[in-house]
């Protein structure tokens, strides 16, 4: 289906990234967002309290970050589209509701504009250490979709991507934005209502009576109705069967923990977003992410200056991780540099999936700012040597 | 002489029978209050589609799987702004939240009170067996002075709290105490809060006679009626500052609170009317969620 106009601001804008996301979410059909004011990402929350009301929906900013994370799965049920928005000890309190949205298959997106931490950290300054939590921060197995965007323009493109894909495989998608991305101002273009496509709710076309809530269909995700329309159905955290009512056993744990994993697992490829250039030649890959890749595109112009051979590979997609391309990667080059902004997530990642093919390097960095593109640079000379 | 009588129980076709039997003990107050909900819903007559019921975590928090209405079992605590997020996305449902003492007042306690504060349209009903019963029996927030649990082996000495008073305090538009002894009186009042707008609180005091009478020495749940049908009195808008209950003593009961304060959504569109005049989009009357995509998804 195409936008619906009144949320899509057509047009060009020099807006930052923060701005961007909540337009995005716009133009993806967010009606309503919950949320609780939090450095670096409050911004997001703020232009949609400005915007809302002359589109029509609502925000509501809630006590705390476990009420904003839940009121949105509620809207989600009541029929909205729905989103919140948080940063580090916020994303932290909202690890319940990642894990009950993921339980209840709630489409909905959960924005994280990364700070440093752990705990308070560093409120107003950038980091990609959450990258670790956004996959496995709720308690419990179970498989996630998590974006990266590295420009205002890619936080307004992916936000719809993120609702889309939350839509598609009804699963919260978290997306992972950094505070510099969050703050930097770019031109943004904003296409119009019919250039944007967005996968509808996967509402179920059977009557009330005849709807099993979590009978999936064929790509293992179930079709879904909203409360108020008849079908009197049950949701709850608890392991459950294809009717919604509680089974309280060991194979209904697997069917359901198996069909949860399996219905992104199965999807993995069509999810990865992913940027690469000069791959095929390159002696060696820079896999980076988020703000870092801007900064690690310095290092690669630098490096190639100096006649090296560097590809670079950009992940949009974090999670499900794409491990068929870095494989590809590692049977290509020498080496894959890895540089990030925390001591090490998903350069595990990287050495995982390249299965000792080629070797990783990482460029840790704890935050606070981003990289000097010379430290990457370096570690691109140490590889290729 | 004889009448024919009707094999079917009236509050059958609010039960999801195939669900029975349900996990809640013998002499569990429970049970009677759903019973009383039951017939609160026939008497009121409000469309059944329309209602939604949420619950937390918790023996009461099993409520809403139990009842043939849209429902939702939540997280711990939770059930409240989930039910915010339900009732501001979809304005026509009715929502009930349905959960316990330790639920509502302990890890959801901020929750309830900024609900209230809101005055959002809810219509919470508050199961207080002044226990943690689910997990065996721990001190909750209600849990009267000098009662012994699980983790208060020696007896409880922290204060309980007064949950009528907290949730006028709050900014509730009706509160109302019943015991699970006072049936009629516990449906009228659920009865009442459907054609009530603004935040609705009541609680029903109930007994969990396996963690909370046993380990008291105060009987089983026929000897609960007992206790609160000699220690009840009904004082309908008595202070609420002065309802406070004991472990031994009188349980006040009645409708504490019926007031007219704005509710959230009508304050919502004033505001938004009086600064944005014909630019305000009120949702509650628009087409339902058509960016949703709906019928013909996928």
Known sequence: ?385 | MSEVLTPVNPVEPFLRAERMPHIWCPGCGIGTTVNSFARALIESKVDLDRVAIVSGIGCTGRVAGYLKLDSFHTTHGRAIPFATGLKLANPALQVVVYSGDGDLFAIGGNHLIHAARRNIDLKVICVNNLIYAMTGGQTAPTTPGAAITTTAPYGVYEPAFNLPALAEAAGASYVARWTTFHVRQMARSMQEVFAKKGFCFIEVLSPCPTLYQRRNKMGDGLDAMKFYKEHSRTRNGAPTGEVGLTRDGEIVVGKFVDRDRPEFRDLMRDRFTHQLGDRYVDDAEMAEHPHCGGEDGA
């Not at chain 1, 049920?77 to 994303?91: D, M």
């Not at chain 1, 890619?154 to 992972?176: G, H, K, W």
């Not at chain 1, 690669?300 to 992940?315: H, N």
């Open chain 1, 1 to 385: 289906m195409e936008a619906d106009p009144r949320g899509v601001l057509t047009g060009v804008h020099f807006i930052d990234g923060d701005h961007a996301c909540c337009e995005g979410a716009l133009a993806a059909g967010a009606r309503f967002a919950a949320g609780y004011p939090i450095t670096p990402s409050t911004e997001v929350v703020e232009r949609f309290a400005s915007r809302i009301p002359t589109i029509g929906g609502t925000f509501i900013q809630m006590e705390d970050e476990l009420a904003s994370s839940i009121a949105i799965l509620g809207a989600v049920w009541g029929g909205a589209k729905a989103f919140t928005v948080t940063s580090g000890p916020g994303f932290s309190l909202m690890m319940e509701h990642i894990g009950y949205a993921a339980m209840t298959e709630t489409p909905c997106v959960f924005v994280n504009v990364q700070r440093g931490g752990p705990s308070t950290g560093l409120p107003t300054l950038p980091a990609q250490a959450d990258m670790m939590q956004a996959r496995w921060g709720s308690h419990g197995d179970y498989e996630i979709i998590a974006l990266c965007p590295n420009s205002p323009q890619e936080c307004f493109d992916l936000m719809i991507e993120a609702f889309n894909f939350s839509e598609q495989y009804r699963t919260p998608v978290m997306f992972m934005m950094d505070e510099v991305v969050g703050h930097m101002t770019e031109k943004v273009v904003i296409p119009a209502p019919d250039r944007i496509r967005l996968y509808p709710r996967r509402h179920t076309r059977k009557a009330p009576g005849e709807l099993n809530l979590y009978e999936p269909e064929e790509d293992l995700v179930p079709a879904m109705a909203h409360a108020g329309e008849g079908y009197r159905f049950h949701v709850t955290g608890l392991t459950h069967d294809e009717r919604g009512y509680p089974a309280m056993n060991a194979r209904a744990q697997d069917r359901l923990i198996g069909r949860l994993q399996e219905k992104i697992r199965r999807a993995a490829e069509s999810l990865a977003l992913f940027e690469e250039e000069a791959v095929e030649e390159a002696d060696v890959v820079v896999i980076s992410y988020g703000i870092t890749s801007r900064v690690a595109q310095r290092a690669i112009d630098m490096a190639r200056e100096s006649g090296l051979r560097v590809g670079k590979f950009r992940l949009k997609t974090v999670w499900p991780f794409p491990d068929a391309h870095i494989r590809r990667l590692a049977a290509g080059a020498r080496a894959l540099v890895v540089p990030e902004l925390n001591r090490g997530q998903i350069v595990r990642e990287v050495e995982r999936a390249a299965a000792g093919a080629a070797r990783v390097v990482g460029v840790p960095h704890a935050g606070g700012s981003v990289h000097r593109p010379e430290r990457i640079l370096e570690a691109i000379r140490e590889a290729a040597a």
